[in-house]
């Protein structure tokens, strides 16, 4: 199914172009409470260049968490370093390491100071086939690829250094 959020590819750039956006999507396509953006975030195609190679997901599913009013939410407790990105702005990549092995990705989606993100929980890949192998050799088939969000985000080649990378076109 086709995004009912987004009528433009959401793009992960590593070199924005001209020192500009790193994407197509305006902020305000982005704010908003969590719960009300995740399922607008459906069908969406996220496309990344990260490490020099094109792969393209097409989100099938979503996890919504509403900081510091969602006890499941890393935001619960309050701001920490570790998760300040999701304290907004709105349109921003929140990345984080899990079980000591996996990178995650979410997009921050409420006002400034107020947390609340959607993680990336999987997805289909839809162009960079070769590429997501590459970086999911354990894959059996192509629709384990970016089966879970550890998976989806090596896929799109996410890691720490995405963490607070601005996605949005100036609105």
Not at 15 to 28: C, D, E, F, M, Q
Not at 72 to 79: L, M, V
Not at 86 to 106: K, Q, S, V
Request: hydrophobic share 40%; glycine share 12%; aromatic share 6%.
């Amino acid at each position: 199914p086709r995004s009912t959020l987004f009528p433009y590819t959401t793009l992960f750039r590593s070199r924005p172009p001209s020192g500009g956006a790193l994407t197509v999507v305006a902020r305000s396509h982005l704010r908003g409470r969590a719960l009300l953006l995740a399922p607008r975030l459906l069908g969406a195609v996220v496309v990344s260049d990260l490490g020099g190679a094109e792969v393209a997901v097409r989100l099938t599913e979503v996890e919504a968490y509403e900081g510091q009013a969602d006890p499941a939410s890393h935001a619960f407790r309050g701001k920490t370093p570790r998760m300040s990105v999701m304290f907004g702005p709105p349109g921003h990549l929140y990345t984080y390491f899990t079980y000591g092995m996996h990178w995650c990705a979410n997009i921050t989606c409420n006002d400034h100071g107020v947390a609340a993100a959607v993680l990336l929980r999987g997805g289909e890949v839809v162009r960079g086939i070769d590429v997501a192998r590459s970086r999911r050799p354990a894959s059996k088939t192509t629709h384990d690829l970016a089966r879970g969000p550890a998976r989806l985000a090596t896929c799109l080649g996410l890691d720490g250094e995405a963490n607070g990378l601005d996605l949005c076109a100036a609105d």
